[in-house]
């Protein structure tokens, strides 16, 4: 959710691909999408775009911090980025592979069935909701509460967490699970992995409206990056995702990622 929330501006160009190698930029410590071991879901998905197109999968890991972009694919490091937001401005993007959703994120002993930042119960209730800092580029949902004056019961948990940590950005969902919070709002692949993973049930409920206001959406379609002039790049993973719609659709199945076919608002 990184690119989601804190999209960057930079631009060098890149250096042609070795012939024969897919080389991908991703985070090495940022799971459920990727990891070193290769086990988030864009591993997987990277994985598969790479056999179909007959190369050598290649990672420059880099954390995903500002300056991720700059530093990696515009840096001329790398063929793709995944997981970037569909009509991503610094790059090119493929068709999108998969759309989710900021989900709310309770316990289910709890029966809280909160879906709307209009629930009057949001007042009171302690709140946790991913942040990035003070330089007004925050999340959607942490938008949302102050566009309603909901501030003061509000913990926030930066999105790039702890990078120590094995699972940097856990904590918003480890407070749900042991009662620091009442509920958090977070990024749905993330909230839904790591709310599985948890010794308390937890339950997740996608935001809606999709669309908070006139313009502030909670639902992003994701797609692949490549640079801006590697047209045929972008073109052959197009159709390596089109041939490959079922693969993806039960890799990201298999990590619980939320998916919103048909947003309503």
């Known amino acids: 959710m990184r690119f989601l929330a804190a999209l960057l501006l930079a631009g060098v160009a890149t250096v042609p691909a070795e012939a024969g190698s897919l080389r991908v930029c991703a985070d090495p410590n940022n799971l459920p999408f990727s990891n070193a071991k290769g086990d988030g879901f864009e591993n997987r998905i990277a994985q598969l775009m790479a056999e179909d197109l007959h190369a050598e999968l290649e990672y420059t890991w880099w954390a995903q911090r500002r300056g991720f972009v700059r530093n990696t694919i515009k ?111 977070a990024w749905g692949p993330q909230a839904a992995y790591f709310a599985a993973r948890e010794p308390v049930p937890l339950a997740w409920t996608p935001v809606t409206p999709w669309l908070d206001g006139p313009r502030l959406p909670m639902v992003f379609d994701i797609s692949m990056g490549v640079a801006r002039q590697e047209t045929s790049l972008r073109t052959e993973l197009d159709a390596a995702i089109a041939r490959h719609r079922v693969e993806i659709d039960a890799i990201l199945a298999a990590y619980a990622v939320p998916r919103v076919d048909r947003p309503s608002r």
Not at 77 to 92: H, K, S, Y
Not at 113 to 131: E, K, Y
């Open 75 to 185: 840096a001329g490091l790398c063929d793709v980025v995944m997981g970037v937001p569909a009509n991503f401005e610094l790059l090119q993007t493929t068709r999108p592979y998969y759309r989710s959703t900021y989900v709310f994120v309770t316990r289910r002993s709890d029966g809280l069935d909160i879906a709307s930042f209009d629930d009057p119960r949001l007042t009171t209730l302690r709140i946790g909701v991913q942040m990035i800092g003070d330089d007004g580029a925050n999340t959607p949902p942490a938008h949302a509460l102050a566009r309603r004056g909901i501030t003061s019961n509000v913990k926030g948990y930066m999105i790039y967490g702890d990078y120590r940590s094995e699972a940097p950005t856990a904590p918003i969902v480890n407070a749900v699970a042991a009662g620091e919070v009442d509920l958090a709002i």
